[in-house]
Antibody, heavy 117, light 108 residues
Framework: QVQLVQSGAEVKQPGASVMVSCKGS????????IHWVRQAPGQGLEWMGW????????KYAQKFQGRVTMTRDTSISTAYMELSRLRSDDTAIYYC??????????WGQGTLVTVSS | SSELTQDPAVSVALGQTVRITCQGD??????ASWYLQKPGQAPLLVIY???NRPSGIPDRFSGSSSGNTASLTITGAQAEDEADYYC???????????FGGGTKLTVL
């Protein structure tokens, strides 16, 4: 069974940066696009962007352009999402999800990022 | 438009059939995928492509599409189907992904 395991919860101050990791196992990590999706408390799902692990190519939602960076380390089958200049409204659960062909078949367990002074 | 629109809430009697819809211009070009999410859990894929179910998803879940509207149908809704349902697809440019706002399904 494919697994995506994310890093643990984070508490950050406004203006700081956060990096969330997503480690894939039991599948070919470079074969599937990884998306990042977030969910603010009581709100819906919001797509942030994707990274293609084989090439490192990325595409970001316009809302996050300039603040988000997605990278990967294929040697350890791990994708990363870094969000900078954090604000209180960035408080959310951040998910990674794998995409074989335009659908998100497996999701990480989610990482709660709390932005608070 | 790059948005997907869903009804905020829908209810269905136990054992009856319910349809959840998702509207958007991009759906004329791209298939929608459907996810259910229960409180405190990550989303779970239930329908993708034309009408495909991942392994383990009951066959009471089905998908269809017409024009700019995609639909998720649950035939014989069960109590455990009570959840939030989200659609997503590529946006009209084909380069980004969009989610619908979600539909809260209540099984009465």
């Amino acid at each position: 069974q494919v697994q995506l395991v994310q890093s643990g919860a984070e508490v950050k101050q406004p203006g700081a940066s956060v990096m969330v990791s997503c480690k894939g196992s039991r599948y070919t990590f470079t074969g599937y696009t990884i998306h990042w999706v977030r969910q603010a408390p009581g709100q819906g799902l919001e797509w942030m962007g994707w990274i293609k692990p084989n090439s490192g190519d990325t595409k970001y939602a316009q809302k996050f352009q300039g603040r988000v960076t997605m990278t990967r380390d294929t040697s350890i089958s791990t994708a990363y999402m870094e969000l900078s200049r954090l604000r209180s409204d960035d408080t959310a659960i951040y998910y990674c999800a794998s995409d074989p062909l335009d659908y998100f078949d497996y999701w990480g367990q989610g990482t709660l990022v709390t932005v608070s002074s | 438009s790059s948005e997907l629109t869903q009804d905020p809430a829908v209810s269905v009697a136990l054992g009856q059939t319910v349809r959840i819809t998702c509207q958007g211009d991009s759906l004329r070009t791209y298939y929608a995928s459907w996810y259910l999410q229960k409180p405190g859990q990550a989303p779970l894929l239930v329908i993708y492509g034309k009408n495909n179910r991942p392994s383990g998803i009951p066959d009471r879940f089905s998908g269809s599409s017409s024009g700019n509207t995609a639909s998720l149908t649950i035939t014989g809704a069960q109590a455990e189907d009570e959840a939030d349902y989200y659609c997503n697809s590529r946006d009209s440019s084909g380069n980004h992904v969009v989610f619908g706002g979600g539909t809260k399904l209540t099984v009465l």
